[in-house]
């Protein structure tokens, strides 16, 4: 009788702890494929940017976005532990669209094509000057005046671009301008 209630026991702490956990992103496809989302990945993201479900589009990137959503901020780091603004940056680019771009802020800028604001589309970069230094933080364009970011108070979160504290920072924007050395997939 003993061994029986054991094992029911433990039958019942390994469903409970298996419906507690939370379903993981899974990025499928390869680096500049565009495939379809997951249904709840599609939901949140479409909520939180205040856009139709049909309207996320991208698998990857959300998929991507979601597996990094409230990493911490760490100067210099680059992975889950720690990551910041440029190598978020420099970590999406590759992962999601296949582009190589240079590791730091000041070296990102350089790569852009500027555009205006208007014409922001998925995966340009957005830069900011913050503490009176130039191009001091970049961050990804989303969509709907949205883009994710590594903040040094709150780790990877989506923001506003016209949030009233950030916008003020708001220096420049621009797509990415791909070079025949770059490893690159068409589209992008």
């Keep these: 009788m003993n061994k029986i209630h054991y094992l029911y026991c433990l039958l019942a702490f390994t469903i409970i702890l298996s419906s507690c956990h939370s379903r993981k992103a899974v990025m499928k496809g390869q680096p500049g494929e565009v495939v379809k989302p997951q249904a709840d990945i599609a939901d949140k ?27 911490p901020y760490k100067f210099g780091g680059e992975d889950k532990d720690g990551v910041d603004c440029s190598g978020l940056s420099q970590l999406l680019e590759q992962q999601v669209y296949g582009i190589n771009i240079p590791r730091s ?26 503490d009176g230094k130039k191009f001091s933080h970049v961050a990804v364009y989303l969509q709907n005046g949205y883009y994710v970011h590594a903040s040094s108070s709150k780790g990877v979160i989506i923001t506003k671009l016209h949030d009233p504290y950030t916008y003020k920072y708001f220096s420049r924007c621009g797509s990415i301008e791909v070079t025949d050395t770059a490893n690159t997939s068409p589209g992008k």
């Design 45 to 71: 993201y479409s909520a939180i940017l205040g856009i139709s479900k049909g309207d996320i589009q991208n698998g990857r990137l959300y998929a991507f976005i979601d597996q990094w959503m409230g990493t």
């Design 105 to 130: 802020t000041s070296q990102q800028i350089n790569i852009i094509k500027r555009k205006y604001e208007e014409d922001l589309v998925e995966g340009d970069l957005l830069f900011f000057d913050y």
